[in-house]
């Protein structure tokens, strides 16, 4: 029990810790889930990133919002999410300003190659190509710096301008196959009995393009059936096999043991034997000289089976040289790469292309033998511009102008007349011009703001058209004051009717100012006018009088009550008081007559005046009237006498003579004291230079008559002012650019004998000075001569003399038959050597720099044998005459032994005397190309800097036209033109006519107004003095009827009331006293009426009565009465009352009458009063303001162009159209059109401006024919109107002399030549001859000495190749075929490319069977070309024969290709080949074996899918017994059997016809019956049979009509015989008309 209750505790201990072990676990494990959850459950977000702010550049700021999120999306405490990976808020940017346009931009790389899209699967190209496939191509887009051009973020460009695309869509052609020609004939077999073969071989017509299948096997080989020969009878044919020359060596002990070795067969190196004699051989060189070697070579004799042969089968004479002396190698040797030059370019800025830097390595020792020529001397690389220290930006240029100069109108009247007299006052348009020239603008660094220096520089560094230098501007016409006409005399007034103490006043008259003046010195005349008056009054009484009240009873005298007001001179009322000092009349008598009384009428009104003033000749006087109206009845009051009916008094009684004040002209602006001290508190004008002045004038009183007078005659009150202020204009300084930098210059050294070279410079005046501001300076131009030019160094080469002759040693020379002789071809040397100016050696790269090419090292010698001809050298040349006829020789002389040899004395192949023709100095010339253009003034001369000429040269009259020349020598060699002519030119006058305006006379005057009354026209005139010619100015537009008169017409408008009708008063009634004892009652009376002028100085005055509107003239006569006594007297008629504006019948117009005097009886009074209505246009009359069109624009008096004024005129119009004055349109009151005038332009006639000729340009062809000089000109000011136009030649050319061209001419490569044997390796050579020539596509090339040609030309110095001729049975190419025609890629007819391709190639010729294995390998070329044409392949067939066909692709030009691939079909799939190739098979038989020829996929350039067949079979196959397949497609029987055919339309079985010729023979068909005893024919008939099967074995569907109809048919023919016999039904047979359904089939077939 103990035990287990020992063991029971543990147990528990273990139960009780357990669970609280795993509690804690459990408690653990979920803290820490609960914190791994709650690191994933918040997260982090952020918002975009906010704009860029902050400072420009790399200094802003950017921001974004971040907070903590829950998984479940709300928002809570930052505390709650992990600190160490919350992202940052902020960054640094860069911030764009507007101004760093200047200093970003996108870089953008060309288009990369065209690539293919991956389709969906993956696969690039999937799927059949058709015409094309879509592809992709791409380029980088950065945005960079300029500055340093490093990469930046691409929002900084965005800023300024969107990202250009880096991808585009674009088109790649389908995979095309090598396209190949049709193989040639086979080469023809040997003759004899040997093994050989024989190929035939094909060319390239079109390369692989776009991943097509490559060329196949250009040659096929096959043996010959030529018989095996008999063992050991076989026939060989032997050739010597030359091998290449080894390398040049010196000759050193180890050839002594060589010695004695006989030379060996099949080709052992002979010249690997040399002889004992090697001691006495010295190496002839020093050191830097040329060491002089010699060179073996191998020699073979091959068999024609390619095998080796014995030597001595194929040695011949002379023995072909084994050995032969040659120049050790030796390779140029340079010195060391000198340090890098600076940077070309110090500065960046922008797209401007990289700077370069160089750096020269020289000449030490140059090449010898087949050593490695010299390298390049000089290397160039593009330097960093992105180093630490940034650059500085490369300035910038624009166009700047100075202010434009004043308007000049003689600029523009000189183009009409350069000898017009100057004008004075010249006016309206002209033309001003400023100069134009170019600055640098450069960009401070570090500061990013631009900088402008206005030093001039050289105008083709400004991009961009220059800004204009002329333009058509105007000058204002002056136009004078224009006032109205004076107004009447005033009243006599005081001065001043506030102060009016004094008896004296004055009368006054004024005027207004209509048209203000411009551009006139003189002012507008006075515009008051006053005269001296006594007893001034300011104020006057206006007296109205009331009736007439009778003192006593109805008649009788009484008295008027009169009414007064006070009113000034202006009529208006003013108090009382002001006229107090004046009489005021309170009554006037008047008197009423009673019934027996006299009558008298009112008194008129007064007259006009007789004068207007008054002098002591006339007086100014008036009159008033009246009349008797009623004779008195007895005892009644009398009638006046006659001269109580008139009164008179005098008026206008003031003097004529009348006072003004005049005044000066202003003075200038100038300063005052005490307007400066003003100046200094008060700025007026915003600048410290200019400010408020004075003007002064001087005031004189002026008397009309006799000139001035003291100023107590003029009123104080209208004197005109004496000061007034005004604007300071502000004083301009001169300001001239800076001047322009030095012209440079040479760079280059000069020869020390070289004239001097000046530089020069320039500067431009930009403001002209004005307002007495500093003055413009005297120098605008200055030169110097350049300082400091390199003088071109001085080396020349200097040769040393010719060592002797070095021949091969006499060790290599011994061991060779023949050649134990020291004799023969060697080479000698010399050393050549580089000597400065003064004599002192110098680098041979020196030398090679400034003396030209090196004089040779080494040149060939001969070492005469024993039995050689030997000579003494040629003597020098004998002299020449002058005659070109006449030539020279040189001798020499045979020389020891060779004058005994007979050999030797054979002149024809040793000649001893050389002729040739002495050189002759005549010269022929020939005219070369066209005339040039006329030159006029020769224009060769260079416009100097500085100097702004605008085209005063000479443009017409007598010139001079040129024409090249070329200048032959007697042998037609084309030499320097000045052998022939000093200027290389054929000179002609010529004359280029001077174009003439049309000349004009000047403007008459102008006519009187047409209208006396409102708006006329006034007319002037042109007379036509010379006519235009030569392109001149045409003249204007003539009038019809008479051709030589130009007119103008204004409107033009006359007042209407300058003239009026004066009438007098009216005559005493005239009664007819011979009828009337009593003297009254009806009568008549008269007056007189004149026209008279309104005009102020003529007033009054009587003037023709046609100058008065006739149709107002007034009556003269009028009926009149004269009451009786006792009669009722009445007054006169007063006026009409007006009608209302608007007329209206409705509305009455009455006039009245008063009863003066009432009658005694009862008789009545007439009556007082008359209506009638207001009729329009009989007595009632609207009136309107009406205009006139615009006139033309109307210049000033000197102008002929240029801004100018149109006007119209405003009349006044009566309701029946009569023109009437304008005040009664005013008193109306009407509305007035405002604007009477505008302004206008009449353009003027400019013509084209052209600036002076330039130089002439080089000429652009440095030698030969065709070249052209050029000089053009610009235009300066375009033409404007009726100027005459720019010519369209801005440019003149003219043809070069010809100078001869000297050129390199590269002869043809010679066949390859083997030296001494058949076949092996050999050289191509050509030759390189100095030719003269024309440079024309015609010229024919003259040799000339090489020396006029100078340095052989590197790259062509090639005149040497290793070639090799094939011996027999060796494998080799062929040579190249011809360049195939230019073919375009095409899609559907459409060129794809702007140039084409051409292909040619060379196949590999086996000649032995043994070697068809190891030779391989062919050659093709492709080049671009232009010009070339989209073509189409197809498929060609031949007709059938025996149903076997030949099918061929050919191209649509005509040609037929083919072409072979080993590509499966599952390649062809991958790559869309478009162009498939057809299948067949190729058999060669070689050695008697057939070996399968690769499989063709296609033929050319030919679709497989579309391929004819070339085998026609049946299906299924004809394998019935005597059945065979007809020519269409179907099994027919042989002759002699007929087709038994299925129900499904095919053969079932062939049935032999027995017996042809029984005509009863049991057959079923017609066929049968009729077959033809050709087959053949029997084919081509068969097809016309009726075939009632489709070849599905199905009935077609015109065998069911036929069936019903035929069904109906019998129908019908039953039915019929049924009526028609009823007897006979049951015998009826069947009916024939089955027989066609017989003919229907071709074959026996069960119904």
């Avoid at 051009?149 to 585009?168: D, G, H, K, L, S």
């Avoid at 190196?269 to 830097?288: F, I, M, N, T, V």
């Avoid at 990013?448 to 016409?477: F, I, M, W, Y």
């Avoid at 001859?1329 to 090339?1341: L, P, Q």
């Amino acid at each position: 029990m103990l035990l287990q209750q020992n063991w029971v505790s543990p147990h528990w201990a273990w139960q009780s810790l357990g669970k609280s072990f795993l509690l804690f676990v459990f408690l653990m494990l979920q803290t820490a889930d609960l914190e791994a959850r709650r690191g994933h459950q918040f997260v982090w977000k952020t918002g975009h990133w906010g704009r860029c702010v902050g400072d420009c550049g790399s200094g802003g700021v950017r921001s974004r919002a971040i907070w903590c999120t829950h998984a479940e999306g709300w928002t809570t405490y930052h505390a709650n999410c992990d600190q160490k990976d919350k992202p940052e808020s902020q960054r640094r940017c860069f911030k764009v300003c507007d101004w760093h346009l200047e200093l970003f931009e996108w870089e953008v790389s060309g288009w990369d190659r065209c690539g293919l899209i991956p389709f969906a699967g993956g696969e690039v190209g999937a799927g059949a190509c058709v015409t094309a496939q879509h592809g992709l191509q791409r380029r980088s887009v950065r945005c960079l710096q300029k500055l340093n051009r490093t990469i930046v973020a691409n929002e900084i460009c965005e800023y300024f301008m969107p990202q250009p695309p880096a991808e585009q869509a674009c088109l790649v052609p389908c995979p095309r196959d090598c396209v190949v020609s049709e193989f040639s004939g086979w080469s023809e077999c040997g003759t004899g009995c040997a093994k050989s073969l024989q190929h035939r071989t094909r060319a390239v017509i079109a390369p692989p393009l776009y991943g097509g299948a490559p060329c196949p096997n250009l040659t096929e080989s096959r043996a010959c059936g030529a018989p095996a020969c008999p063992l050991g009878e076989e026939e060989h044919t032997y050739s010597l096999r030359v091998g290449s020359w080894g390398e040049c060596r010196l000759p050193h002990s180890r050839d002594v043991d060589l010695a004695g070795r006989t030379m060996p067969d099949f080709g052992l190196d002979s010249g690997e034997r040399s002889a004992s004699g090697l001691q006495g051989y010295k190496p002839h060189h020093r050191p830097g000289e040329v060491e002089i070697g010699y060179q073996t070579r191998q020699v073979r004799c091959i068999r024609s089976d390619g095998k080796n042969a014995a030597l001595s089968l194929c040695l011949q004479d002379p023995v072909p040289l084994t050995f032969k002396s040659c120049v050790i190698a030796k390779d140029c040797e340079t010195s060391e790469w000198s340090a890098w030059s600076a940077c070309s370019r110090t500065c960046g800025w922008g797209d401007l292309a990289p700077g370069f830097r160089s750096r020269r390595r020289s000449v030490q020792s140059v090449a010898m033998g087949a050593g490695k020529q010299c390298p390049e001397l000089e290397e160039k690389e593009v330097c960093s511009m992105g180093g630490k220290e940034l650059l500085q930006p490369c300035p910038r240029f624009a166009w700047r102008t100075s202010e434009w100069k004043a308007c000049q109108v003689s600029l523009l009247l000189d183009q009409q007349d350069p000898r017009h007299h100057k004008h004075v006052g010249l006016c309206g348009g002209g033309i001003q011009t400023r100069e134009v020239y170019c600055v640098k603008i450069t960009m401070e660094l570090g500061m990013h703001r631009l900088k402008e220096v206005t030093r001039p520089v050289d105008g083709k560094l400004c991009l961009g058209p220059a800004p204009s230098a002329s333009q058509l501007c105007n000058l204002p016409c002056p136009s004078e004051c224009v006032v109205s006409a004076w107004s009447v005399w005033g009243p006599c007034l005081h001065e001043n009717c506030q102060d009016h103490h004094g008896g004296r006043g004055f009368r006054m008259r004024q005027r207004q100012v209509i048209v203000d003046p411009v551009g006139t010195l003189a002012g507008c005349p006075h515009l008051i006018e006053s005269i001296p008056c006594e007893d001034p009054v300011c104020y006057e009484w206006i007296i109205s009088e009331g009736i007439c009240v009778t003192d006593h009873g109805k008649c009788g005298p009484g008295n008027r009550i009169l009414k007064a007001v006070c009113k000034n001179k202006k009529g208006e009322e003013v108090p009382h008081h002001l006229c107090s000092e004046l009489p005021r009349p309170e009554l006037v008598a008047c008197e009423i007559p009673c019934a027996t009384d006299c009558v008298i009428s009112e008194w008129s009104l007064w007259s006009p005046c007789s004068h207007s003033c008054s002098s002591k000749n006339a007086e100014g006087s008036q009159s008033r009237s009246r009349s008797i109206l009623a004779l008195p009845a007895e005892g009644g009051k009398a009638c006046p006498p006659d001269r109580a009916l008139q009164e008179h008094r005098a008026c206008n009684d003031h003097p004529c003579v009348h006072f003004f004040w005049e005044t000066s002209p202003w003075s200038s602006c100038s300063e005052d004291p005490l307007v400066t001290a003003l100046n200094a508190t008060i700025n007026w004008s915003g600048e410290a230079t200019c400010g408020m002045g004075i003007q002064t004038r001087k005031v004189f009183c002026m008397k009309s008559s006799s000139g001035q007078v003291t100023p107590k005659r003029c009123p104080e009150s209208v004197r005109p002012e004496t000061v007034r202020p005004c604007l300071l204009l502000c004083k301009k300084d001169c300001i001239v650019t800076p001047f322009s930098e030095w012209t440079r210059c040479p760079t280059a050294c000069q020869p020390g004998n070289a004239t001097a070279v000046k530089q020069s410079r320039y500067r431009i005046i930009v403001q002209d000075a004005a307002d007495g501001g500093q003055a413009c300076p005297d120098t605008l131009y200055e030169e110097r001569e350049c300082e400091d030019i390199p003088v071109c160094p001085v080396y020349r080469w200097k040769t040393h003399r010719w060592s002797h002759c070095v021949l091969v040693p006499d060790s290599v020379r011994q061991g060779v038959l023949g050649h134990n002789e020291a004799c023969g071809h060697g080479l000698q040397s010399r050393a050549v050597t580089c000597l400065s100016e003064q004599d002192n050696s110098a680098d041979v790269g020196d030398c090679m720099r400034w003396a030209g090419a090196m004089p040779s090292l080494v040149q060939e010698c001969l070492v005469p044998c024993k039995d050689d001809c030997t000579f003494t050298p040629w003597s020098k040349f004998t002299a020449c005459s002058f005659d070109c006829e006449s030539t020279r020789s040189r001798r020499r002389s045979l020389t020891g032994r060779s004058r005994k040899r007979d050999k030797c004395q054979n002149t024809e192949v040793y000649p001893q005397v050389e002729t040739e023709l002495c050189p002759c100095e005549v010269f022929t010339s020939q005219p070369h190309g066209n005339w040039s253009d006329c030159i006029v003034g020769g224009g060769t001369s260079e416009p100097q800097l500085g100097t702004r000429s605008h085209g005063d040269a000479k443009e017409c009259g007598k010139g001079v036209r040129l024409r090249a020349i070329a200048c032959y020598d007697k042998t037609g060699r084309l030499v320097e033109p000045s052998r022939c002519s000093s200027s290389g030119y054929i000179e002609e006058s010529c004359t280029v006519p001077c174009p003439f305006d049309c000349k004009l006379s000047d403007w008459s005057s102008w006519s009187p107004c047409s209208s006396s009354c409102g708006p006329g026209v006034k007319v002037r005139s042109k007379w036509l003095k010379e006519k235009p010619y030569n392109g001149g100015r045409p003249c204007p537009k003539l009038d019809l009827k008479n051709q030589a008169q130009v007119y103008e017409a204004v409107p033009c408008d006359s007042e209407c009331n300058q003239y009026s009708w004066a009438v007098e008063p009216w005559s005493p009634c005239k009664i007819n006293s011979e009828q009337n004892s009593l003297h009254c009652g009806e009568g008549i009376q008269t007056r007189k009426v004149r026209c008279v002028s309104t005009a102020e100085d003529h007033g009054g005055e009587t003037v023709p009565n046609a100058l008065c509107n006739q149709a107002e003239i007034p009556d003269t006569v009028q009926k009149c009465s004269l009451y009786c006594p006792s009669e009722c007297a009445v007054s006169d008629w007063g006026q009409w009352s007006k009608c209302p504006q608007v007329c209206d019948p409705n509305i009455m117009q009455t006039r009245t009458r008063q009863v003066l005097r009432s009658s005694v009886n009862t008789k009545p009074c007439p009556e007082d009063s008359q209506m009638k209505p207001c009729i329009l246009n009989q007595n009632c009359f609207q009136y309107q303001y009406n205009l006139t069109g615009w006139s033309g624009c109307q210049l000033g008096a000197n102008a002929t162009c240029g801004h100018g004024e149109r006007r119209r005129l405003l009349s006044c119009r009566r309701s029946d159209g009569a023109t009437v004055s304008t005040q009664l349109c005013q008193r109306l009151r009407l509305e007035k059109p405002v604007q009477m005038s505008s302004r206008c332009v009449v353009g003027c006639a400019v013509d084209c401006q052209l600036s002076a000729w330039s130089a002439w340009s080089q000429c652009s062809h440095t030698c030969g024919a065709g070249g052209q000089m050029v000089r053009g000109r610009s235009v300066v000011l375009q033409a404007a109107g009726e100027g005459r136009p720019c010519p369209e030649q801005l440019t003149q050319h003219r043809s070069c002399p010809v100078k001869p061209c000297y050129s390199w001419l590269l002869g043809p490569w010679s066949p390859c030549r083997v030296q001494g044997g058949q076949c092996g390796d050999g050289l191509q050579v050509r030759n390189l001859t100095c030719v003269v020539h024309d440079a024309s596509v015609s010229a024919t090339s003259k040799p000339v000495e090489n020396a006029l040609c100078g340095e052989l030309p590197s790259k062509e110095s090639v005149l040497q190749l290793p070639c090799s001729v094939p011996c027999p049975g060796d494998c080799h190419l062929t040579e190249w075929s011809e360049w195939s025609s230019c073919e375009l890629t095409c899609i559907n007819g459409r060129s794809f490319e702007t140039t084409g391709r051409q292909s040619r190639s060379r196949a590999f010729i086996v000649q032995s069977p043994e070697n068809q294995e190891s030779c391989s390998g062919q050659a093709m070329e492709t080049r671009p070309c232009s010009g070339g044409k989209c073509y189409d392949y197809l498929w060609k067939t031949s007709p059938w024969r025996d149903n076997v066909r030949t099918v061929w692709c050919q191209r649509s030009d005509g040609i037929n290709v083919t072409g072979i691939s080993n590509r499966s079909n599952r390649e062809i799939a991958a790559v869309a080949v478009t162009y498939k190739f057809c299948l067949h098979r190729l058999k060669r038989e070689i050695h008697g074996q057939h070996f399968e020829a690769p499989r063709e996929i296609g033929k050319g350039g030919c679709a497989l899918r579309t391929k004819p067949a070339e085998v026609r079979h049946c299906s299924p196959p004809c394998r019935k017994p005597y059945s065979y397949c007809t020519q269409r497609g179907v099994c027919g029987c042989e002759r002699g059997y007929t087709e038994i055919m299925r129900s499904n339309g095919f053969l079932d079985y062939c049935m032999k016809v027995p017996g042809l010729e029984d005509k009863k023979a049991d057959v079923k068909t017609i066929a049968g019956k009729n077959k033809p005893v050709n087959s053949k024919m029997h084919d081509i008939f068969k097809g016309w049979s009726i075939q009632p099967f489709n070849p599905d074995g199905k009935l077609k569907m015109w065998v069911y009509g036929v069936s019903a109809g035929g069904f109906l048919i019998i129908v019908f023919l039953i039915f019929t015989s049924y009526l028609m016999c009823k007897n006979t039904m049951q015998h009826q047979s069947t009916p024939p008309q089955q027989k066609p359904l017989t003919l229907a089939y071709d074959g026996d077939i069960d119904m």
